[in-house]
């Protein structure tokens, strides 16, 4: 595995532990210790969910990189893609729903959509790299 991969690795190993302090907050939600809307429950779910499963996706798609010789800008979209989904994505999720009451997502929303195309381009560019391999 390459010096680059190892400590993306690494960090993203470390990070899942954020995950499991985002798990803590969720529970305080739903056993009513943190008080929220529906919505902000719903939201608070969602981005637990996103930055859990898009770490995890973000460790396998590492070991892919590794298979495939991507040059230039293209091994760092490969590699850096879906963690930085992994980032954009459940903030979009908290942020949206921050604040006392809310019952509708606010302007931070917008980072769902970014870390959308963020995830399929790096998807997208291990993909089509380990097909032309």
Do not use: C, K
Request: net charge positive; proline share 5%.
């Amino acid at each position: 595995m390459s010096d680059h991969s190892r400590v993306l690795a690494g960090v993203l190993l470390l990070s899942l532990v954020t995950v499991e302090l985002g798990g803590l907050y969720v529970f305080s939600i739903l056993s009513r210790r943190v008080p929220a809307t529906p919505f902000q429950e719903r939201f608070a779910r969602a981005g637990h969910a996103h930055a859990g499963v898009l770490l995890i996706l973000s460790l396998v798609n590492l070991l892919y990189v590794e298979l495939i010789d991507l040059g230039g800008p293209w091994v760092w979209l490969a590699r850096a893609g879906i963690p930085s989904a992994a980032l954009l994505m459940p903030a979009g999720f908290f942020l949206a729903a921050a604040g006392a009451g809310r019952t509708r997502p606010n302007g931070f929303v917008v980072l769902l959509p970014v870390g959308g195309v963020v995830l399929a381009v790096g998807l997208l560019t291990t993909g089509v790299g380990l097909l032309t391999a």
